[in-house]
């Protein structure tokens, strides 16, 4: 082989390396870039998420609390008539229309639970006794409900504790959706409540 054909072929041989290193390091860069990017997008659009449903369960507990100062509640849990408790508080979810309706008493026991207007028997523990207005998420069954726990005062003492909770539904992500440019997923015990996800793609 002639020294001239030698040096060609050393020569296209380094091209050949230089260009397959510049590749690699090129194809690296950019991934580093877009997981980059991609991050920074996920911990913004998280932010943005959290600072949305911090601020729907503010209203929520502004509302439950406006609830919890009607007079004839206070009446009735101090009384604690379980009929006339059971009564007024069915006629205020009619007017609130509140998916969860909860009330209990100052141990945490459940007076009234009422889910989409009827009455139902919740999981023990589900809305203990609060003694400060408090923002919640319950997971009831296979839904999830929005809440706010505000303790039903009498003078200085607490006689019991209202739960109001609206269900959380695709329109909720949807809404979340289109602020973020992110598709939502809402599980429950490894179950898919809601989500933004076209079905075929979900698994």
């Not at 260009?19 to 860069?29: A, E, G, K, Q, S």
Request: net charge neutral.
């Amino acid at each position: 082989m002639r020294l001239r054909t030698k040096i060609l072929l050393a020569i296209w041989g380094t091209v050949l390396g230089l260009l397959v290193i510049t590749y690699v390091i090129i194809n690296y860069w950019m991934r580093v870039q877009v997981e980059s990017r991609f991050s920074d997008d996920l911990r913004s659009n998280y932010t943005a998420v959290r600072t949305l449903e911090s601020l729907r369960s503010g209203e929520v507990v502004q509302s439950t609390q406006v609830i919890a100062e009607t007079p004839r509640l206070k009446a009735v849990v101090d009384i604690g008539d379980p009929n006339t408790t059971a009564q007024l508080c069915r006629e205020l979810n009619q007017n609130i229309k509140s998916d969860l309706f909860v009330l209990t008493d100052t141990r945490g026991r459940q007076l009234v639970s009422l889910i989409d207007g009827r009455s139902s028997v919740l999981p023990a523990g589900i809305s203990d006794a609060d003694h400060a207005p408090s923002p919640k998420i319950l997971a009831i069954d296979s839904s999830v409900y929005r809440c706010g726990a505000v303790p039903i005062m009498i003078g200085p003492d607490v006689v019991g504790t209202l739960t109001l909770g609206s269900r959380m539904q695709e329109s909720d992500l949807r809404s979340l959706q289109s602020m973020t440019n992110s598709d939502m997923v809402l599980v429950v015990s490894r179950s898919v409540v809601a989500s933004t996800v076209p079905q075929p793609d979900r698994n």
